[in-house]
């Protein structure tokens, strides 16, 4: 099977996710590009193939729950919900702006698609944790997905999340880890190493896969996998770069807080529709 012509659909999603992202980021001056580009084809595979959702029906009982837990990088959420129809593309240019809706993190104020307001790391799969097992006690059948940040496994609320969620057998909870290695101000290997991560994981009754985070193939066979086994939570530890698909972001700590303008964003811009 060719990867290209079987994701051609999520690969394009992903670059005008990325394109979104820059020039939203540049118009409100807001931070975290490089946290949006590093995660961009987990999304657009997941918005794309995955989740089990309808914009005409954003509160359908039966859908798909989605958190992103890394709120910081919450312009990605709002370019692939307008592009999934949950709200407008113009509404995009506001985002970061006085009296827009669209907050630097992610909030579901108003935004429909959102399930959870983030940005303080450490809230996502917790809260998503006792969405699962809600989901259990009520004999239903969706799933819930949750990204996390590499930088946020830090928190020790994960650990106590990952805990409950093995105890309580929720193999209908899926986290998706991305694993850029950097966090805020500098790599995670030197803030607070996470290796064996996947083994941390498996210790505390997970079942682990890990990917390639561009490849969509492999994100895409990973997703329709879960639970990868019966009555164990499910764990994608996802490996990517950066600030992916811009050549001078990629791998650089100054991408985390910096806003892409002039001709940085020129430059930015003609990368990836160059692609």
Request: hydrophobic residues 45%; proline residues 3%; charged residues 20%.
């Given at each position: 099977m060719d990867d290209h012509n079987n994701h051609s659909f999520t690969?394009?999603?992903?670059?005008?996710?990325?394109?979104?992202?820059?020039?939203?980021?540049?118009?409100?001056?807001?931070?975290?590009?490089?946290?949006?580009?590093?995660?961009?084809?987990?999304?657009?595979?997941?918005?794309?193939?995955?989740?089990?959702?309808?914009?005409?029906?954003?509160?359908?009982?039966?859908?798909?729950?989605?958190?992103?837990?890394?709120?910081?990088?919450?312009?990605?959420?709002?370019?692939?919900?307008?592009?999934?129809?949950?709200?407008?593309k113009e509404m995009l240019d506001t985002h970061y702006q006085d009296g827009s809706l669209l907050c630097g993190h992610v909030s579901h104020k108003g935004i429909p698609g959102v399930e959870f307001s983030t940005g303080s790391l450490g809230h996502g799969l917790p809260v998503a944790g006792g969405m699962a097992y809600g989901a259990k006690l009520d004999g239903a059948n969706h799933k819930i997905f949750v990204l996390l940040s590499d930088g946020e496994c830090d928190e020790g609320s994960n650990w106590e999340a990952i805990l409950f969620a093995a105890h309580h057998c929720l193999d209908n909870l899926v986290v998706l880890v991305d694993y850029n290695k950097i966090q805020s101000l500098k790599s995670v290997k030197e803030t607070l190493e996470l290796e064996p991560f996947a083994e941390k994981w498996m210790s505390f009754g997970w079942s682990v896969l890990e990917i390639d985070g561009h490849n969509h193939q492999q994100i895409a066979s990973a997703c329709k996998q879960v639970p990868f086994k019966k009555s164990s939570p499910s764990c994608i530890i996802s490996h990517t770069t950066k600030g992916k698909g811009v050549s001078f972001m990629e791998n650089s700590v100054l991408w985390h807080y910096r806003s892409p303008l002039g001709k940085e964003l020129e430059a930015a811009l003609k990368e990836l529709t160059q692609e």
């Open positions: 690969q394009a999603l992903a670059k005008r996710i990325r394109l979104h992202a820059i020039r939203m980021t540049s118009l409100g001056q807001s931070s975290h590009v490089a946290s949006v580009l590093s995660m961009a084809d987990l999304v657009a595979v997941l918005y794309g193939k995955i989740l089990r959702i309808d914009p005409k029906r954003p509160n359908w009982a039966q859908r798909d729950r989605f958190i992103l837990s890394k709120g910081h990088a919450g312009a990605g959420i709002y370019a692939v919900l307008a592009e999934k129809g949950f709200l407008s």
